[in-house]
């Protein structure tokens, strides 16, 4: 099998007799003026609809735009309620304790609603909800009809008109008499307002029955029906497909493993984002790419995207919009943020990253500081300081040893940016110690916001060196080469130089891999490191390859410096903040938690992939 860059090829009322039928009044549909609507809303403890963990039912019964009856209480969930959740709604332990049951509320609900309209925002979620009520209580879901008014206001309403479709907008939006809460029955009632809002929108466009509104919330524009012929000819193999317009300008760059079957739903009614609408009135043509696997697939995407910035693309546009936290070289270093890596490693400098936000690398630095507190101000300070000023507020607190100052203790400040260099070199011990002994003394004072936002700020101090870290292994290597099987008991292959993918083939079962391994290797592209930690390419393209590392099956076949990380980068406590969230999920963080946490673990193992040799 020889091994080659993938082409790239441009895909540019009668009867059936003829009798006229006149049609009844009755054959029109059920007319909206004469229909029952109950419009929903619940609260939940956040958890998975199976749970049935309801907390309120708001409902309202409407008739030819008046409102006819209301249904509200509240419901004991049998478990506690997350505290971000009672932050949102206010519905607390104590507020539902002696609420009753989902067994006592479930049958009055239902005879409340019998055979009307369900609506709901966000429907699914409501009636996933009842749904698994029903199954778990032995009553037999009803099935009604259901209108979604989040949907109906993604095809009713224009872009240019709200800037989302949450109920708190469109409420703003439409001027309702009640505004949303978090509770469910001003949420009902507010969703009630919305919905005849939505109704007399959709009347210009000749909606009047049941039927006309089911069919208008899940219709296919002209459109999307006249531009169906794009699809033709693409070939049905993974790789890229690239919507352009009448100038060849990229509007989206899209990935599947069947080309050709995904465009096609491009013009059907499975899609229904209002942006890929648009996209597809004004493409003119598509371009396939083909690729030997998924995983090349995915990161051409990436590369597509960063270099185009097609505008229909939400993700993954601005890579340049990444910061790193730098420790600079300089007679006094400090913590800087940063946009891209510099090749001063050997000068001092270290770096954590990259982030997606400021507000993460702010995160990261307030925990670097906790245990390392170099000086916070931006001044250039020379490598000895003439000046007898002493130094800012920081330092008379005793925070910083002022070696912007001649009086300042110069060797103790370098003594701090030592250790900070540790830290970002891959031992956060010191970083952890810190950050684990604030939140056992705010936990104990019942400071539990303070501990969590603590705990928040070494989460992102331990993701981002064990991303660091990950990144750094990779991209060291010139010449890893792994494979993973697949499902027709062939191999994909890649080659990845520098963190970036250099090659792809796919061996077919039954043919020896190794010519191809050499085949890559030989015909790959050459790559030049980029400066440390950074990768070669795009830092989302090595994260993609890290994670198609971690995958199931995938083997080591060749790599010239091996891959290891710094056994107290951050991978412990990414995972010791697992279990925490995985707890606070089920139940409210106490004291008890935040001591758990800061208790000795045993070692915790997170490699940087998951891979056997070959």
Same mark, same amino acid.
């Given at each position: 099998?020889?091994?080659?860059?993938?082409?790239?090829?441009?895909?540019?009322?009668?009867?059936?007799?003829?009798?006229?039928?006149?049609?009844?009044?009755?054959?029109?549909?059920?007319?909206?003026?004469?229909?029952?609507? /109950?419009?929903?809303?619940?609260?939940?403890?956040?958890?998975?609809?199976?749970?049935?963990?309801?907390?309120?039912?708001?409902?309202?019964?409407?008739?030819?735009?008046?409102?006819?009856?209301?249904?509200?209480?509240?419901?004991?969930?049998?478990?506690?309620?997350?505290?971000?959740? $009672?932050?949102?709604?206010?519905?607390?332990?104590?507020?539902?304790? @002696?609420?009753?049951?989902?067994?006592?509320?479930?049958?009055?609900?239902?005879?409340?609603?019998?055979?009307?309209?369900?609506?709901?925002?966000?429907?699914?979620?409501?009636?996933?909800?009842?749904?698994?009520?029903?199954?778990?209580?032995?009553?037999? =879901?009803?099935?009604?009809?259901?209108?979604?008014?989040?949907?109906?206001?993604?095809?009713?309403?224009?872009?240019?008109?709200?800037?989302?479709?949450?109920?708190?907008?469109?409420?703003?939006?439409?001027?309702?008499?009640?505004?949303?809460?978090?509770?469910?029955?001003?949420?009902?009632?507010?969703?009630?307002?919305?919905?005849?809002?939505?109704?007399?929108?959709?009347?210009?466009?000749?909606?009047?029955?049941?039927?006309?509104?089911?069919?208008?919330?899940?219709?296919?524009?002209?459109?999307?029906?006249?531009?169906?012929?794009?699809?033709?000819?693409?070939?049905?193999?993974?790789?890229?497909?690239?919507?352009?317009?009448?100038?060849?300008?990229?509007?989206?760059?899209?990935?599947?493993?069947?080309?050709?079957?995904?465009?096609?739903?491009?013009?059907?009614?499975?899609?229904?984002?209002?942006?890929?609408?648009?996209?597809?009135?004004?493409?003119?043509?598509?371009?396939?790419?083909?690729?030997?696997?998924?995983?090349?697939?995915?990161? +051409?995407?990436?590369?597509?995207?960063? !270099?185009?910035?097609?505008?229909?693309?939400?993700?993954?546009?601005?890579?340049?919009?990444?910061?790193?936290?730098?420790?600079?070289?300089?007679?006094?270093?400090?913590?800087?943020?940063?946009?891209?890596?510099?090749?001063?490693?050997?000068?001092?400098?270290?770096?954590?990253?990259?982030?997606?936000?400021?507000?993460?690398?702010?995160?990261?630095?307030?925990?670097?500081?906790?245990?390392?507190?170099?000086? @916070?101000?931006?001044?250039?300070?020379?490598?000895?300081?003439?000046?007898?000023?002493?130094?800012?507020?920081?330092? !008379?607190?005793?925070?910083?040893?002022?070696?912007?100052?001649? @009086?300042?203790?110069?060797?103790?400040?370098?003594?701090?940016?030592?250790?900070?260099? @540790?830290?970002?070199?891959?031992?956060?011990?010191? $970083?952890?110690?810190?950050?684990?002994?604030?939140?056992?003394?705010?936990?104990?004072?019942?400071?539990?916001?303070?501990?969590?936002?603590?705990?928040?700020?070494?989460?992102?101090?331990?993701?981002?060196?064990?991303?660091?870290? +990950?990144?750094?292994?990779? $991209?060291?290597?010139?010449?890893?080469?792994?494979?993973?099987?697949? $499902?027709?008991?062939?191999?994909?292959?890649?080659?990845?130089?520098?963190?970036?993918?250099?090659?792809?083939?796919?061996?077919?079962?039954?043919?020896?891999?190794?010519?191809?391994?050499?085949?890559?290797?030989?015909?790959?592209?050459?790559?030049?490191?980029?400066?440390?930690?950074?990768?070669?390419?795009?830092? !989302?393209?090595?994260?993609?390859?890290?994670? =198609?590392?971690?995958?199931?099956?995938?083997?080591?076949?060749?790599?010239?410096?091996?891959?290891?990380?710094?056994?107290?980068?951050?991978?412990?406590?990414?995972?010791?903040?697992?279990?925490?969230?995985?707890?606070?999920?089920?139940? /409210?963080?106490?004291?008890?938690?935040?001591?758990?946490?800061?208790?000795?673990?045993?070692?915790?193992?997170?490699?940087?992939?998951?891979? +056997?040799?070959?």
């Amino acid at each position: 099998m020889s091994v080659r860059s993938p082409s790239v090829t441009t895909v540019s009322g009668t009867t059936g007799s003829g009798t006229s039928v006149q049609i009844s009044i009755a054959d029109l549909g059920t007319p909206l003026r004469d229909l029952t609507f /109950v419009v929903v809303d619940l609260e939940t403890t956040g958890g998975a609809p199976a749970d049935a963990g309801i907390t309120e039912i708001g409902a309202v019964k409407v008739v030819g735009g008046e409102v006819i009856g209301e249904f509200a209480t509240l419901v004991n969930p049998g478990a506690p309620i997350p505290a971000f959740v $009672a932050s949102l709604t206010g519905i607390t332990d104590a507020l539902v304790a @002696t609420a009753p049951r989902l067994a006592t509320v479930l049958p009055s609900f239902l005879d409340f609603l019998g055979d009307a309209v369900l609506v709901a925002h966000n429907a699914p979620y409501d009636v996933g909800f009842l749904k698994a009520a029903c199954q778990l209580h032995g009553h037999p =879901w009803p099935a009604p009809a259901v209108v979604d008014t989040a949907r109906l206001a993604r095809v009713a309403l224009h872009r240019d008109e709200v800037a989302n479709c949450k109920l708190g907008t469109l409420a703003a939006h439409f001027r309702t008499t009640v505004t949303p809460t978090h509770r469910a029955l001003d949420d009902a009632r507010a969703t009630t307002d919305v919905l005849h809002r939505l109704l007399e929108r959709v009347a210009d466009f000749g909606v009047t029955t049941l039927e006309d509104l089911q069919a208008f919330t899940s219709r296919v524009s002209s459109a999307q029906r006249t531009k169906r012929h794009l699809a033709d000819g693409l070939p049905d193999r993974p790789g890229v497909y690239v919507f352009q317009d009448a100038q060849g300008t990229p509007l989206y760059v899209g990935t599947s493993r069947r080309i050709r079957t995904r465009v096609r739903s491009y013009f059907t009614a499975s899609e229904q984002r209002r942006r890929m609408a648009e996209m597809v009135r004004i493409a003119e043509r598509v371009v396939p790419i083909v690729c030997a696997t998924t995983l090349e697939a995915r990161v +051409r995407e990436l590369r597509l995207i960063a !270099e185009h910035k097609p505008r229909y693309n939400q993700r993954s546009r601005r890579p340049e919009t990444q910061t790193w936290v730098k420790l600079t070289a300089e007679p006094a270093p400090r913590l800087s943020v940063v946009r891209a890596v510099a090749d001063d490693h050997h000068d001092g400098a270290r770096y954590l990253g990259p982030f997606t936000s400021r507000a993460g690398a702010d995160a990261a630095i307030e925990a670097l500081l906790l245990a390392h507190p170099v000086r @916070t101000c931006t001044t250039r300070i020379a490598r000895r300081p003439r000046s007898d000023i002493p130094g800012c507020a920081l330092a !008379e607190l005793g925070r910083c040893p002022a070696p912007c100052s001649s @009086t300042g203790d110069r060797d103790a400040y370098l003594r701090v940016v030592e250790g900070l260099r @540790t830290a970002m070199s891959g031992d956060l011990s010191d $970083a952890i110690g810190s950050a684990e002994r604030r939140m056992a003394l705010l936990a104990a004072e019942e400071r539990f916001e303070d501990a969590a936002r603590w705990r928040e700020r070494l989460g992102h101090l331990a993701a981002a060196s064990l991303r660091t870290h +990950r990144t750094a292994a990779l $991209a060291a290597d010139p010449g890893l080469v792994a494979a993973q099987p697949t $499902a027709d008991h062939g191999w994909d292959i890649h080659l990845i130089r520098h963190g970036r993918l250099a090659g792809a083939a796919h061996a077919p079962a039954g043919t020896d891999p190794r010519p191809i391994v050499d085949a890559l290797l030989a015909t790959g592209e050459q790559v030049e490191a980029a400066p440390w930690p950074a990768p070669a390419g795009l830092a !989302e393209e090595a994260q993609e390859l890290l994670r =198609w590392l971690d995958g199931d099956g995938v083997r080591l076949v060749r790599s010239s410096t091996g891959l290891a990380l710094p056994a107290g980068c951050g991978g412990q406590v990414v995972a010791r903040l697992g279990e925490v969230r995985r707890s606070a999920s089920r139940q /409210v963080l106490d004291a008890e938690d935040y001591s758990a946490f800061s208790r000795p673990r045993g070692p915790v193992d997170v490699p940087v992939t998951r891979i +056997r040799s070959a």
